[in-house]
């Protein structure tokens, strides 16, 4: 698994118990889906689909530094189903794992577009 974005727990992003707050944390994973979707399929238009069972195994709380990691499970015609991990960057307890997340391409109208895409393309690769 690839971690590409860290976060840093601060007062704002905890719950009453003193805890990272679980809606934060899926929108911070929301986020990196739908930037890691953008990035795979060069186009700026995607939408969340669906998330699979959210399974908390630890908290975080405040001061620590997570980092948020995304795998490629499939690619779809207009889809791309991601696999997702967060963990503390210091000590790598999972803290969150999601199995699947799908994101679908969309057109110009709004709908479902093929993407054409069949595996996932690096940066340093698209430069040559």
Not at 10 to 19: F, M, V, Y
Not at 74 to 100: D, P, Q, W, Y
């Amino acid at each position: 698994m690839r971690f590409h974005t860290r976060k840093w727990i601060k007062p704002e992003d905890l719950n009453a118990n003193g805890t990272l707050f679980g809606g934060r944390l899926l929108d911070w994973i929301d986020e990196e889906a739908a930037l890691y979707t953008i990035i795979q399929l060069e186009n700026q238009k995607v939408v969340t689909k669906y998330m699979s069972e959210i399974d908390f195994k630890a908290s975080a709380k405040q001061g620590d530094i997570i980092e948020i990691g995304i795998d490629v499970v499939k690619f779809g015609k207009a889809s791309l189903t991601l696999s997702c991990k967060v963990r503390n960057k210091m000590t790598h307890e999972t803290i969150i794992t999601i199995s699947n997340i799908v994101m679908v391409n969309l057109g110009p109208d709004g709908k479902a577009k093929p993407h054409g895409k069949t595996q996932i393309e690096y940066a340093v690769d698209r430069l040559k």
